[in-house]
């Protein structure tokens, strides 16, 4: 597991803009790109991502789809792919425990309550590659030596 990882791109590191994931997790159940977000508003599903219902401070335009963008700038940069990209949001903001939105080249799209994450990592999402265990230890290798923190 690493926290606040550097996922900046050459675009945003260009405009001297700095991108981060919280945490990824690497398990067998799969390699995760997981974002913590409270905008203070419940959200629902729409068009393959995430919308608020009603006003939402800070809510960025399509958050899963940009998460899943950061985890494929820091595995071009790493050698690794990510299979699982998941926005955790607070218990009372999302309608479902679970609910996979959707895919973005090959990265399952998740928003996830926050007291079901230890079930998710555990359990992976139906569908989605699960490392076996000489690949678990290469990917660890990888990130090992490639991820740059925030």
């Known amino acids: 597991m690493w926290h606040d990882v550097d996922a900046t791109g050459r675009s945003a590191a260009a405009a001297g803009l700095v991108e981060k994931i919280d945490h990824v997790v690497l398990g067998p159940a799969g390699l995760f790109a997981i974002q913590s977000e409270d ?3 419940p959200v ?3 068009r393959g991502d995430l919308v608020p219902d009603g006003e939402a401070s800070g809510f960025e335009r399509q958050p899963l789809h940009e998460l899943a963008g950061r985890a494929r700038t820091l595995g071009r ?3 690794v792919k990510f299979t699982v990209a998941v ?3 607070p218990d009372d903001d999302l309608e479902q425990a679970i609910s996979v939105v959707g895919r973005s080249r090959g990265v399952a799209l998740v928003a996830a309550r926050s007291s079901v994450l230890p079930h998710l ?5 139906a569908d989605t590659p699960r490392p076996d265990g000489t690949m678990l230890f290469e990917l660890r290798t990888r990130l090992q ?3 740059r923190f925030v």
């Open 44 to 46: 629902r599903v729409r």
């Open 39 to 41: 905008w203070a508003a």
């Open 145 to 147: 030596q490639g991820v």
């Open 87 to 89: 926005l955790v949001l």
């Open 77 to 79: 940069a790493t050698g």
């Open 121 to 125: 990592l555990r359990t992976g999402v």
